[in-house]
């Protein structure tokens, strides 16, 4: 069966240090991968996306995320983070149809001061 | 840009009964998805909608019935509320022909039934 897994339930990191958010893909054949995160009291927001060509993708606010095919690993970077950065984030994959993209359980990340 | 607007905000139902959350986009997208976050379990889609008048189910269809009467607009119905189920409901649009995965969400619906 096709999922996405988010080992990490909560991160804690402290604000200017490095960033890395694991999630872990389990699909027949290579998927496309987002990365969505939720702050506080909004809508889920897509950072970025992974369909073929360069594994490390360039996402929105300094995030990037590297595809791993021997890994079957897509994880989230970021090189400093800032306490605005603290939010629900969440892997997400899909198949043939984007119409049925199955989401991680999400990482609450909190960036301390 | 456009938004995706949920209503109501939060919603109290009582065990059993028939409760209805609406979504209006003005994106002009041709496909509306209702999904349903709970703690620890991601979001698990419900029902989708790649047009008017079209209702596709997901992995959760069950207990929920949906309605797509306009583009702009998708509801979802539970049909029989649980007691003590309390669940955080999304409703999300994409472009549709052309789609690139990209999905625009609006700030949910919060269900508590008691």
């Known amino acids: 069966a096709q999922s996405v897994t988010q080992p990490d339930a909560r991160v804690t990191v402290s604000e200017g240090a490095s960033l890395q958010l694991r999630c872990k893909y389990s699909?027949?054949?290579?998927?496309?991968l987002f990365w969505y995160v939720q702050y506080p009291r909004q809508g889920l927001q897509m950072l970025l996306k992974?369909?073929?060509?360069?594994?490390v993708v360039q996402g929105v606010n300094g995030f990037e995320a590297e595809f791993s095919k021997s890994d079957s690993s897509f994880h989230l970077r970021k090189a400093s983070v800032h306490w605005s950065d603290s939010a629900v984030y969440f892997c997400a994959g899909g198949g043939s149809s984007f119409n049925k993209l199955t989401f991680g359980a999400g990482t609450r990340l909190a960036v301390c001061p | 840009g456009g938004i995706i607007t949920q209503t109501p905000k939060f919603l109290i139902g009582q065990e059993g009964q028939k409760l209805t959350l609406k979504c209006q986009q003005n994106f002009n997208h041709d496909t509306m998805y209702w999904y349903r976050q709970d703690s620890g379990k991601g979001l698990r889609l419900i029902y989708y909608s790649i047009t008017e008048n079209d209702l596709q189910k997901g992995d959760l269809s069950e207990g929920y019935d949906a309605s797509r009467e306009k583009k702009s607009s998708f509801s979802l119905t539970v049909t029989s509320a649980q007691k003590n189920e309390m669940a955080v409901f999304l409703c999300?649009?994409?472009?549709?022909?052309?789609?690139?995965?990209?999905?625009?969400f609006g700030e949910g619906s919060k269900l508590t039934v008691l």
């Open positions: 992974y369909y073929s060509g360069d594994p």
């Open positions: 699909y027949s054949a290579t998927p496309y």
């Open positions: 999300a649009s994409s472009i549709g022909t052309g789609d690139t995965g990209q999905l625009y």
